[in-house]
């Protein structure tokens, strides 16, 4: 008889935060953490609808660009009570399809004020609250493309996400060390494919392409809340002695 049979998180923590929480990864993450009762900050830069599913005790919705240095103004601007937060997701992010030649320092300080910096930003924002909280955690989702080179925009990869999302790795493991004394961890999630907003700008996000198929032993691409479940266990008191580490949760993509 194995019908029943689970394996709980828990969460000692106080509340949490979710950048990038209107779409894709980030909505899903929120979502998943509210299911487990913590009441979830949804910021993104586009105020996101709230989730229906979750009262107004366990959502607060806010609208804030990542690259605000001021953002405990504008999260207690909306009500959010910034002593009470454990938990930080930095999902928010943007994908450029450039291709490598001419991409402009326009381009490049986007993209890296919004994946690297603006994730540093609510990192150094937050500090004095996850030093304070108990089982304080951060993750930063970055990307397989933080790894290895993908060039999904035929024929050239583009250079500024790539090293956007290797940056966001290393700031994990800076800051890894920085926070580590308080009690502090942070991890990154590398996802790969990803059905989501963002890849649908590559294509139909059903199935995946011939060219992408063989690189993917899973054979599909990832539901944003596989995402989401990955995220849940690092900030979780299961994950206590985590700290600096690297998730792929790619579908095997690597062994490819
Ligand atoms: P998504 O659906 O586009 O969600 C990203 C969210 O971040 C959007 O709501 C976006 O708003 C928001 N955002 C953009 N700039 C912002 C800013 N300056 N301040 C606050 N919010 C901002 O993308 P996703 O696929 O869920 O991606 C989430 C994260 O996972 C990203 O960091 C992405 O790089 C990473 N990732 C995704 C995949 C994948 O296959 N989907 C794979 C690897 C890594 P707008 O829509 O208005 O821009």
Not at 49 to 62: A, I, R, T
Not at 136 to 141: E, R
Not at 174 to 184: I, K, P, Q, Y
Not at 208 to 233: C, K, M, N, Q
Request: net charge negative; glycine share 8%.
């Amino acid at each position: 008889m194995t019908a029943g049979r689970s394996f709980a998180l828990s969460f000692s923590g106080g509340d949490a935060v979710v950048t990038g929480a209107a779409s894709g990864i980030g909505a899903a993450t929120a979502a998943t953490l509210m299911s487990a009762g913590i009441r979830t900050i949804r910021l993104d830069i586009r105020q996101p609808d709230p989730d229906p599913n979750y009262g107004p005790e366990l959502q607060v919705c806010c609208a804030a660009d990542v690259r605000d240095t001021n953002l405990v103004a504008v999260l207690q601007a909306h009500g959010a009570n910034v002593g009470t937060i454990s938990y930080l997701v930095n999902c928010a992010g943007i994908i450029d399809n450039t291709g490598f030649a001419g991409v402009s320092r326009e381009q490049w300080a986007r993209c890296l004020e919004i994946n690297l910096i603006g994730a540093y930003n609510l990192i150094d924002a937050l500090t004095p609250s996850l030093r304070a909280a108990k089982a304080g955690a951060i993750v930063n989702i970055t990307s397989i493309e933080a790894h290895r080179v993908i060039a999904l925009s035929d024929p050239d990869p583009t250079p500024q996400y790539a090293a956007s999302k290797a940056g966001l790795r290393m700031l994990t493991q800076t800051s890894a060390r920085a926070l580590a004394a308080d009690g502090v961890r942070v991890n990154s999630i590398s996802p790969g494919f990803v059905a989501t907003p963002m890849a649908a700008t590559h294509g139909d996000t059903n199935s995946l392409p011939p060219t992408l198929a063989p690189r993917v032993p899973a054979g599909r691409f990832a539901r944003p809340d596989e995402i989401a479940s990955a995220a849940a266990f690092l900030l979780s008191d299961q994950a206590a002695y985590i700290t600096g580490s690297d998730l792929r949760v790619d579908g095997g993509f690597e062994l490819t």
